[in-house]
């Protein structure tokens, strides 16, 4: 917070309002049940979404499905839990490569950079980069992620600003630069301006 406060005035102005960034972090889950919510979440509200995770989880034998259940449930099943045509492809790609090795397990994808991280993943039909930054953040507490594909995260930055317009990701990344190596926490952040009230003055986009 110091780091950020120094290398951002404007951004400071939002640290002291909100205050402490929470340090806790809820218990880290194998990347494969991470993802099979992700999917089944997409594009959904919060409510409908659950309740379709729910009936989809209480088809695993043990309250969570295996991928080796996921590959042998009957379509039909997956389809009355919910899923589209569309997600159940996605989950049963997810549970296929979690079998071949290629969504790692939590011990191994610890020990992994970003960017291999993100490219192993993104193998996986149905998850891309957003998808794949949100766990790099809520999972594996990864410091210097900045999804600025996240409409969030620019109209933080549009409402921290002053900006007339919501800012193209491009902007917010390379402005971003100054936040290193704490640029998740300049996130969070950002999430919290982005349901804030704009300032009044108009101002222009910030330089680097």
């Known amino acids: 917070m110091r780091e950020l406060c120094r290398a951002d005035r404007r951004l400071a102005k939002v640290i002291r309002k909100v205050g402490s960034f929470p340090t806790k972090r809820p218990k880290s ?20 979404a659950a309740a379709i995770f729910g009936r989809v989880t209480a088809l695993g034998a043990n309250g969570f499905p295996t991928p080796e259940e996921i590959i042998a449930l009957d379509e039909t099943k997956l389809r009355g839990a919910g899923l589209s045509r569309q997600k159940i492809a996605a989950v049963k790609d997810l549970a296929a490569r979690t079998i071949d090795g290629t969504v790692p397990n939590l011990k191994e994808i610890r020990r992994m950079s970003e960017e291999a991280i993100l490219e192993r993943l993104t193998r996986v039909r149905g998850i891309g980069e957003w998808s794949v930054q949100m766990f790099l953040m809520s999972q594996l507490g990864r410091p210097d992620i900045l999804p600025v594909q996240d409409y969030g995260i620019r109209k933080g930055f549009q409402n921290v600003y002053g900006l007339d317009d919501v ?14 190596p704490y640029r998740s926490i300049a996130s969070w952040y950002l999430w919290r301006a982005a349901d804030a009230k704009r300032p009044k003055k108009k101002r222009k986009a910030p330089r680097r």
């Open 167 to 180: 800012p193209k990701p491009k902007a917010v990344l390379e402005h971003g630069e100054r936040w290193r």
């Open 29 to 48: 889950q194998h990347p494969y049940a991470v993802l099979l919510k992700a999917i089944v979440y997409q594009q959904l509200a919060g409510k409908a």
